[in-house]
Nanobody
Framework: QVQLVESGGGLVQAGGSLRLSCAAS????????MGWFRQAPGKSREFVAA????????YYADSVKGRFAISRPNARNTVYLQMNSLKPEDTAIYYC????????????????WGQGTQVTVSS
């Protein structure tokens, strides 16, 4: 059974940093792209970042470009989201997701999802 487990969320002041982790298990993810999505209170879930199975290709939402960095060291089953210069509008539940094939933006293209980790940025 595939399992994605996020960690690293918490409360941080505006301008601060957090690093989220997503540990995948249950199968070999060597051909799977991984993505991060988030859902703020009262809003729909939105794309944040995605990375190819090799880690060579990355994609970001415009709202986080230049502040967030997705990585996947050694194409392993753990994906990180380094979040810098955090803003109150980054407050959301952050979800990790996986899909077979290349990274993409639409969330309905991802088959496996974690339970999410809360990120709260205070002003």
């Amino acid at each position: 059974q595939v399992q994605l487990v996020e960690s690293g969320g918490g409360l941080v002041q505006a301008g601060g940093s957090l690093r989220l982790s997503c540990a995948a298990s249950g199968r070999t993810f060597s051909s799977y792209a991984m993505g991060w999505f988030r859902q703020a209170p009262g809003k729909s879930r939105e794309f944040v970042a995605a990375i190819s199975w090799s880690g060579s290709s990355t994609y970001y939402a415009d709202s986080v470009k230049g502040r967030f960095a997705i990585s996947r060291p050694n194409a392993r089953n753990t994906v990180y989201l380094q979040m810098n210069s955090l803003k109150p509008e980054d407050t959301a539940i952050y979800y990790c997701a996986a899909r077979y094939g290349g990274p993409t933006i639409p969330e309905n293209m991802y088959n496996d999802w974690g339970q999410g980790t809360q990120v709260t940025v205070s002003s």
